[in-house]
């Protein structure tokens, strides 16, 4: 199947602090794709799409100007958190769709998870 | 928008059991409904899907079933073993559209050796 790849798989920072979080499609283009939360023992939270070329769209309750998404090409979107604090720390999964035919098998990266101190 | 409903929350059986996950849907215009496993640490994994006009896929050890008048789905695992053990999500969308698709909140399946 597709490889969707996210970089780095994790990440300690300090509060006050930024990190960006890659997720690129190594072998398909993806003009779309999708940026979740999830905490421990808990379900994918479908954060923002990420749209190519364009501004993405934020879920109801997530802070845009918080978590920062750019989706310059056709095989990568970035999240940034700004200025993180603690509360932000958790486990973030990027994931796209390869269309083939007439439907979309959605593939995911690895995950990032993300320790604020 | 969509919503969906996965019960139960946990399940645990024994090693050769079967496992059954079920799940509901709200949005009749729904017509794909993956399924996708994750193990600890792990990125999830589809295992399987189907497409609102089937009632029932099958792939070896696993099936998922269809209910579309009542809204719901469900993935059986027979003949479980100890690799079985993950959570397991289920999700509903419109095929080709790219920013519905909705998951349950996930079942943390258990199998006992």
């Known amino acids: 199947g597709a490889v969707v790849s996210q970089h780095p798989s994790w990440v300690i920072c300090k509060s006050g602090t930024s990190v960006k979080i890659e997720c690129r499609s190594l072998?398909?283009?993806?003009?779309?794709m999708f940026w979740y939360r999830q905490f421990p023992k808990q379900s994918l939270m479908l954060m923002a799409t990420s749209n190519e070329g364009s501004k993405a769209t934020y879920e109801q309750g997530v802070e845009k100007d918080k978590f920062l998404i750019n989706h310059a090409s056709l095989t990568l979107s970035t999240l940034t958190v700004t200025s993180a604090h603690p509360e932000d720390s958790s486990f973030y999964i990027c994931?796209?769709?390869?269309?083939?035919?007439?439907?979309?098998?959605?593939?995911f990266g690895e995950g990032s998870r993300l320790t604020v101190l | 928008g969509e919503n969906v409903e996965q019960h139960p929350s946990t399940l645990s059986v024994q090693e050769g059991d079967s496992a059954v996950i079920k799940c509901t849907y709200s949005?009749?215009?729904?017509?794909?409904f993956p399924w996708y496993k994750q193990e600890l640490g792990k990125r999830p994994q589809l295992i399987i899907d189907i497409r609102s006009n089937v009632g029932e896929k099958k792939d070896q050890r696993i099936a998922v079933t269809l209910n579309k008048t009542a809204k719901h789905f469900s993935l059986h695992i027979t003949e479980t073993q100890p690799e079985d053990s993950a959570v397991y999500f289920c999700?509903?969308?419109?095929?080709?559209?790219?920013?519905?698709?909705?998951f349950g909140a996930g079942t943390r399946l258990t199998v006992k050796p």
């Open positions: 999700a509903a969308s419109r095929l080709l559209a790219d920013n519905d698709m909705r």
């Open positions: 949005d009749s215009a729904s017509n794909y």
């Open positions: 072998d398909f283009q993806a003009t779309t």
């Open positions: 994931s796209a769709r390869e269309y083939r035919g007439s439907g979309g098998e959605l593939f």
